[in-house]
């Protein structure tokens, strides 16, 4: 048993003196995992998609088709109303410019003419529709006469660091704005949300909407110069969750 044990540390010394002789080869390193890289996006099949992915495109796509029918509907509507009234009708163009700072983020933007829903995008997430800084809201034919247009804007507070607290509250902005589309005429109307006040104005005391009303005969249309101001503000802020 000794002559065992003896002979297994002589074995042992001899490996430890050859192993550290110079020139010796040096134990092969392991094998570096390699790492495969991500997919492409475009490339994945919807079928290979996460179910949360997916979901996310249909309500994309679902969106913009809602969109699409309620601007259509809107405009056989405006169209129909000018066959029934005669003359040679009028037209309008509405467009909304994103003004806010960085504090408000856009997530919900909705335009109806005359109770009819023209235009409308949600963006819950926060995080693509506050970069569109402007918006073509309608364009095409409208009865001549008196029209309403009601916006609703909302926004969430968005802050870093000791701000962040903003991302938890939510503020809708609600604009009313009435004008008189002239026979023959083309009434643009520009609205744009934007924050007054100063830097003591309370946060949910900030965001506005004001339209700018111009109306000029369709050859003049491109020369048009924008005229004074016409605030359709009524901010309603609601703090939540």
């Known amino acids: 048993m000794r002559a065992t044990t003896t002979g297994l540390l002589i074995s042992s010394l001899f490996a430890a003196t050859a192993a550290a002789q110079p020139g010796a080869a040096p134990a092969p390193a392991p094998p570096v ?7 492409d996006p475009a490339s994945v099949r919807p079928e290979e998609m996460p179910t949360a992915v997916r979901m996310r495109r249909l309500e994309q796509k679902t969106q913009a088709l809602k969109e699409r029918a309620w601007q259509l509907k809107a405009r056989v509507q405006m169209l129909k109303e000018q ?7 009028a037209q309008s163009l509405i467009a ?3 003004e806010m700072g960085s504090s408000f983020r856009l997530i919900k ?9 023209v235009f409308v995008r949600t963006d819950e997430t926060a995080d693509n529709l506050y970069k569109t800084k402007s918006f073509d809201i309608f364009t095409g034919p409208i009865a001549p006469g008196n029209h309403t247009l009601a916006i609703v804007a909302t926004y969430r507070g968005h802050g870093y660091g000791v701000f962040e607290y903003l991302s938890k509250y939510t503020f809708n902005v609600i604009g009313n704005q009435t004008f008189t589309a002239g026979e023959g005429k083309v009434t643009k109307i520009d609205c744009r ?13 900030r965001p506005a909407i004001t339209c700018v009303i111009t109306q000029v005969t369709p050859e003049r249309a491109a020369e048009a110069a924008p005229a004074a101001p016409a605030p359709a503000t009524t901010p309603a802020p609601t ?3």
Do not use: F, R, S
């Open 83 to 89: 066959m029934i009234g005669g003359g040679v009708g």
């Open 96 to 98: 909304h410019a994103n």
């Open 109 to 117: 933007l909705i335009y109806t003419l005359d109770g009819t829903q």
């Open 33 to 39: 995992p390699q790492t495969e890289p991500p997919p």
């Open 193 to 205: 949300g934007h924050e007054k006040g100063g830097p003591t104005t309370p946060l949910e005391k």
């Open 239 to 241: 703090p939540g969750q």
